[in-house]
């Protein structure tokens, strides 16, 4: 996601696979997505700071609807969806505070 007239806005055509473990937490997914998305797009820089974000754009830090750590396992529990069909946000940290 990236900052458009001050929203923040979701990026076309940067979408990556990851394969990461059930219990995955925020400290073990966004290292591996920046690292992959910086691989593939010259424009990141992979030593920027990023934080990971939900499709409605709030951050990750805990499963919606609770006070738990956000855990894959737990967010797909929480939308019911197989884990192929999860999606999350990689954004600059300055843009999310900006947006």
Same mark, same amino acid.
């Given at each position: 996601?990236?900052?458009?007239? $001050?929203?923040? +806005?979701?990026?076309? @055509? &940067? !979408?990556?696979?990851? *394969? /990461?473990?059930?219990? @995955?937490? /925020?400290?073990?997914?966004?290292?591996?997505?920046?690292?992959?998305?910086? #691989?593939?797009?010259?424009?990141?820089? #992979?030593?920027?700071?990023? /934080?990971?974000? =939900?499709?409605?754009?709030? +951050?990750?830090?805990?499963?919606? $609807?609770?006070?738990?750590?956000? !855990?894959?396992?737990?967010?797909? #529990?929480? !939308?019911?969806?197989?884990? *192929?069909?999860? &999606?999350? =946000? /990689?954004?600059?940290?300055?843009?999310?505070? #900006?947006?």
């Amino acid at each position: 996601m990236h900052v458009v007239h $001050g929203r923040l +806005r979701k990026m076309r @055509a &940067s !979408t990556v696979m990851l *394969t /990461v473990e059930q219990s @995955a937490s /925020v400290a073990d997914i966004l290292p591996k997505a920046v690292f992959k998305l910086a #691989a593939l797009d010259q424009d990141m820089a #992979a030593d920027d700071h990023y /934080v990971l974000l =939900f499709p409605d754009g709030q +951050r990750v830090i805990h499963v919606p $609807g609770s006070s738990d750590d956000f !855990t894959l396992a737990g967010y797909k #529990a929480f !939308t019911g969806r197989a884990y *192929t069909k999860l &999606s999350l =946000f /990689v954004c600059r940290k300055e843009d999310y505070d #900006a947006g």
